[in-house]
């Protein structure tokens, strides 16, 4: 079955883009976000150009100026919990825009 994240990273791939993904277990991995700190991962193969989210977190402060972010769903921030919150949103964001794909 293809997801939405395979499709992303193939089409990142085949556009000769540095893919940096992260899963939740070692089978899946390019690195397991819940053995590893994402800011740790990123610091070493970042910054972010382009930045496909289905989750949120430690990943949204980690862009290059002017990056690009495709918020698909902010998952982490579901369950109730204190949301994670971009610390340095006004230093990296020069413009947002939004869309509703129907």
Known sequence: MLTARRTITQIAKQQGLKVI?????EEKVAFNY?????QDVLARAGPIDIYWDNVGGEAIDAPSVG???IECSMISAYNGE??????????????ISGF???
């Not at 819940?34 to 994402?38: C, M, V």
Request: net charge positive; proline share 3%.
């Open 21 to 25: 993904a992260s899963a939740g277990s």
């Open 100 to 102: 509703i794909v129907m």
């Open 67 to 69: 990056a690009r972010f």
């Open 82 to 95: 204190e949301p994670y919150h971009v610390k340095n949103l006004l230093l990296i964001v020069g413009k």
């Open 34 to 38: 819940k053995t590893e700190r994402t």
